[in-house]
């Protein structure tokens, strides 16, 4: 893909491979729901690489593929609709096919991001492609049956930390999938994630993963109001600040606390000094 041209949905291919360190043995798995036709949620904290993994595995399905399938990709919100999915008329007469309807036919992977965001009667509409042996789902737009094409693999993605009982999956969806539990990688691993993606130096990368792990133990800690952990994005941003000659305080400051907290009350203010304050022994005051 060249930055910049636009493409229809079908047309979206992941060309360049995606740098992705593998923890377990997730990618095993996916191809093993891939071949059996199985839904595959991915499930962790944001910024763990869930969204990274699927596109690596897009990547990867179409490296010895005759004809590159595409990765429709869809981010779920209270907006999204049932005409998102199958489709619309229009005032013309004629009918606009929604994304469903297009990835049944082209194939590919459909990754729904952050699902639990959606509408659960939306959810209740994927029922019929998530069923390994039936492959059909009904469009009551337009009255037809839509066989899946061989090649469909439907993915989706949430973060359960921080869901509340009304943004759950609904027991009848989640039998439906296999779901994979990711998490942040191990300090060593992470260091190698941030230098791959930010280009900075080994020291300042090893500094930021152990940051990293410092601030989820806080999380878990003294600081429950702490909503999220250092995520592993924030970390590459902060190393990308630090490639660009921002001293790592300041990048740290802007990347990761800034990111962390609010100063509307002064459990956040006391959350913002100790965040400074687990910084400040991580990359000191020059």
Known sequence: MKNGKEYRIEEYTIDE????????????IFKAAHKHKIPFAAIGPTGCGKTRFIEHMSYLLNEDAKDKKPLFFVTCHEDLTSDDLLGRERIS??????????????????????????????????????????????????????????????????????????????????????????NYPEPAQEAKIIMEESGVDA??????????????????????????????????????????????????????????????????KELSQALDEVVENFFPRG
């Open 17 to 28: 491979e995606p740098f992705y360190l593998e923890s377990g043995e997730e990618k095993k």
């Open 203 to 268: 020291k300042n990368a090893k500094a930021l993963a152990d940051l990293g792990v410092r601030i989820r133990g806080m999380k878990e800690g003294d600081f429950r109001t702490l909503q999220e952990g250092a995520s592993t994005r924030t970390l590459i941003d902060a190393g990308i600040l630090i490639k660009e000659g921002i001293s790592p305080r300041d990048a740290c400051q802007d990347a990761v606390v800034n990111c962390l907290t609010e100063d509307t009350d002064d459990v956040y």
């Open 93 to 182: 007469g004629d009918y606009l096919p929604g994304i469903l309807q297009r990835w049944a036919k082209e194939g590919g992977i459909l990754y729904l991001d952050e699902i639990v965001e959606a509408r659960p009667d939306l959810v209740t509409l994927l029922h019929p492609v998530m069923e390994p042996k039936r492959r059909v789902f009904y469009n009551e737009k337009t009255g037809n049956v839509t066989e899946l094409n061989p090649e469909c693999m439907l993915s989706m993605s949430w973060n359960p930390g921080y869901q509340d009982i009304t943004r759950r999956l609904k027991p009848s969806s989640r039998q439906r999938l296999i779901t994979h539990r990711f």
